[in-house]
């Protein structure tokens, strides 16, 4: 229903809308998501009609203020919910909207069950499509199957084929697993090369060994990424794209580093200092404060009963943001590499500081690592861009290094055998 009295938003935010909650036709090994289903015990898991009106009107009267609003979509696996769901979706949200705002369609899939029906329609809606790919197939089907442990990998690429030659933007979301990591340079230039990806996203897996699916425990299955693995992975791919694809190829950690370099806040939620303003939205209704701790304790309310401005202004979806930052163990207050960390996602701080200190980041020596790789080549393209100039004219400066010289990104090696050259 309308809100009964004009409200303000707390702030800008981002609500992620699970329209089938858990539900997901692939049974992907690594997947946290899938044991959510335990929270609602004999849920048809389906978003009703009346629920995605009351969604779409009160994201758009939350950002009232705001000229472009993200109505953005995941899973589980968001298409099974059908085309006619997100046709009304969009007609809803073209009804709904305010003077002057602009939507942008979001959706996250595993890309199995894409038509030229629902190619056409993201087309002529410019949605932005997310694809979860983790590498060539020998690499992606080691943990991405469907319930009959079968691969996925033949449906995934027919569904990213049809996005192609629909002219559908996508972007890849993939996952560093015991699998792939240390296949850094194959994964990339495979997405690079073979399917012409221009945004890529890595995501670490960090499974707990707890099976609930809560935030429990303090061992990872062999699943999981090594916690120094994660950094050599990135170092690696960094080293490629530094001199061939700076503003031709976006890797979110690397764009969220020059962001921290240059002093402003990163897009990624991960490295930011506090957190709280990227929400997930259950098939019910249920507002969680994050996608990441989609558990009782963090169920700020229902949007039924309670308008998602109120939820996402509370006392407690403001502690749970401040507390990524005052949490912080002394260890990693005190670290070099802070102001780029921030000690990432909270969901990951589960070992102990060498004094003793619990709650340090399970990957902290490899960010550690990739921060302390890129720094020179960070201080260079933010410098670049303080001057006014692109950040990819880097790609120019250490092309026209002497080979025999230290190459200009300050890693200390010779420009001959940095970056691949």
């Not at 335990?38 to 000229?67: K, N, V, W």
């Not at 953005?72 to 769901?85: C, D, K, R, S």
Request: proline share 6%; net charge negative.
């Amino acid at each position: 229903m309308p809100s009964p009295r004009p409200m303000t938003a707390p702030g800008s935010f981002h609500v992620l809308a699970k329209p089938t909650g858990p539900i997901c036709n692939l049974d992907c090994e690594y997947c946290f998501f899938l044991s959510k289903e335990s929270l609602y015990p004999g849920d048809r898991f389906r978003m009703s009609d009346d629920l995605l009106e009351l969604y779409i009107r009160q994201l758009l009267e939350a950002h009232a203020t705001e000229t472009e609003v993200t109505v953005a979509w995941q899973g589980g696996e968001p298409t099974l919910m059908g085309v006619a769901f997100f046709r009304r979706a969009v007609e809803l949200a073209e009804e709904l909207r305010g003077p002057g705002q602009v939507l942008q369609h979001t959706i996250q899939t595993n890309g199995t069950l894409l038509t030229d029906e629902w190619c056409e329609l993201f087309a002529a809606h410019g949605f932005l499509v997310g694809i979860s790919i983790d590498g060539p197939p020998e690499l992606h089907d080691r943990f991405r199957v469907d319930k009959r442990g079968q691969a996925s990998s033949p449906k995934v690429l027919r569904g990213l084929e049809l996005l192609t030659d629909h002219g559908v933007d996508f972007n890849i979301l993939c996952t560093v697993n015991a699998a792939n990591q240390h296949a850094p340079l194959e994964v990339y230039r495979y997405f690079r090369d073979d399917l012409g990806a221009r945004f890529i996203q890595f995501i670490p897996i960090v499974e707990r060994a707890n099976e609930t699916g809560f935030q429990e425990g303090d061992e990872v299955t062999d699943r999981s990424v090594d916690p120094l693995a994660w950094g050599l992975f990135l170092n690696k791919v960094f080293d490629e794209w530094l001199p061939r694809d700076v503003g031709t190829v976006f890797v979110s950690q690397f764009d969220a580093a020059l962001a921290s370099w240059l002093g402003v806040p990163p897009a990624l939620c991960v490295f930011a200092e506090t957190c709280g303003n990227a929400l997930a939205l259950e098939h019910n209704g249920d507002l969680y404060s994050c996608d990441h701790f989609v558990e009782p304790d963090y169920l700020l309310g229902n949007i039924r009963t309670t308008h998602m401005i109120e939820l996402v202004a509370s006392p407690a979806q403001r502690a749970f943001g401040q507390a990524k930052r005052d949490d912080l163990p002394r260890y990693c207050q005190e670290c070099d590499v802070r102001f780029a960390c921030n000690g990432e996602c909270p969901k990951n701080r589960f070992t102990m500081t060498p004094d003793g200190e619990r709650g340090l980041n399970y990957l902290c020596p490899s960010y550690k690592e990739f921060f302390g790789h890129i720094d020179g080549a960070m201080r260079l393209m933010a410098g670049l861009r303080r001057q006014g100039r692109f950040a990819d004219e880097v790609k120019e400066i250490i092309a026209q290094t002497g080979r025999n010289e230290p190459c200009p990104c300050g890693s200390g090696r010779k420009a001959k055998q940095c970056h691949q050259r």
